[in-house]
């Protein structure tokens, strides 16, 4: 009798043992359940603030192009952040954009036809010495992008140089997609980031033939123009004596990020953060600034030096390096930083301005 009971107490906490053991996975499985619906939640806020910042963005651009199709200049409504604002319940979302046509384009190191464009090689050698580069380098931008193999000048790098990494790499031959892809070019890849972050607000990777704003071009990529122009940068620079006020520059980099909350980790170094306290509409230029340029003409005018002597000519911008200048913008670069719950998100995304509407080109994404 005794041994039964015995048997039957130990049937029953078998039973409890499974019993509890099945409870307990099922558990596991529900919280699991209610958390990847959390997550895809936050997913979806985000997209939807991200679409909603995209869209705010194209009206924005659509509608200062009707109200002035001819010029972008540094006081310009659309330079004006967007504070943060409550989009959806616990979502906050901030952001601006800034201009990649005052940048010059890497992709435009080559010209239609594949050929190395010998304005743009000089402007990139200009402005990398300017920002003490080694200028030769610019031949390892292009033979990045170029569909040969075989090395340019003393510093460029094919394939040859690329498969001794580790690990190995080859060279895209397409146009450049995206600045990060900067990290990967040989004499670039082993830069620091603050030297990087130098480099970054004034060149840009949007397609071929893009036009070069002079309104909103940085002192360094003004200089990157003509031998000249430093004796004539107060008259056409409107940032004064140097870049540094300019959108993207080193010296704003550090803005802080209102959406975050105060025990948050700084997000990462980035050059393209917005600084939330600017009023472009505000904006007062130098005293000797003589732009906004309304025309090419009037630049051209702006930056020749008439000869004082005969036998000597008048510094003028060449005629093959006037013919992409330009007083308008066609590319820009949105930033938004999106706040879910604790998490913050900051989105990019590449916009192309035409005459009845903005493309989404390109666009990613980092969490912190």
């Known amino acids: 009798m005794s041994t039964q009971r015995g048997a039957a107490l130990l049937m029953a906490l078998l039973i409890m043992a499974i019993a509890a053991t099945i409870a307990s996975a099922l558990i596991g499985r529900q919280q699991q359940a209610i958390q990847r619906i959390q997550d895809l939640q936050q997913l979806a806020q985000l997209r939807h603030a991200q679409i909603a910042g995209q869209r705010f963005a194209q009206a924005v651009l659509l509608e200062e192009l009707s109200t002035d199709p001819f010029i972008d200049e540094v006081s310009d409504f659309w330079r004006t952040p967007i504070p943060p604002l409550p989009v959806l319940d616990n979502v906050i979302l901030s952001g601006c954009l800034h201009d990649l046509s005052g940048r010059l384009n890497i992709n435009d190191l080559l010209d239609a036809e594949g050929e190395v464009n010998a304005v743009h090689k000089t402007r990139f050698a200009n402005l990398l010495e300017s920002l003490d580069f080694d200028p030769q380098l610019v031949d390892a931008l292009i033979d990045w992008i170029d569909e040969d193999a075989n090395p340019l000048g003393s510093a460029g790098a094919e394939d040859d140089i690329y498969l001794l990494r580790n690990p190995p790499l080859r060279t895209p031959n397409i146009p450049m997609q995206s600045l990060s892809e900067l990290r990967l070019i040989e004499g670039f890849h082993d830069q620091d980031n603050a030297r990087l972050e130098a480099l970054w607000p004034h060149i840009a990777a949007v397609p071929q033939g893009a036009r070069l704003n002079v309104n909103l071009a940085s002192h360094e990529v003004l200089l990157s123009l003509a031998p000249h122009m430093d004796q004539v940068m107060d008259d056409i620079n409107p940032w004064g004596n140097t870049s ?125």
Not at 351 to 364: F, G, K, N
């Open 244 to 368: 540094s006020s300019a959108p993207g520059s080193a010296s704003s980099s550090a803005a802080p990020n209102p959406t975050a909350a105060p025990d948050t980790p700084p997000p990462p170094s980035d050059p393209f953060v917005c600084q939330l306290d600017a009023q472009p509409g505000a904006y007062e230029y130098p005293q000797d600034y003589v732009g906004p340029f309304q025309s090419v003409g009037d630049f051209i005018g702006a930056t020749t030096i008439l000869s004082q002597d005969e036998e000597e000519p008048d510094l003028v911008i060449d005629e093959d390096a006037r013919e992409d200048l330009a007083m308008v913008s066609d590319y820009f670069l949105l930033t938004l930083d999106i706040s879910v719950g604790d998490q913050i998100r900051r989105q990019y995304s590449v916009l192309q301005r035409q005459s009845d509407e903005v493309r989404i080109l390109w666009q990613a994404d980092l969490a912190w």
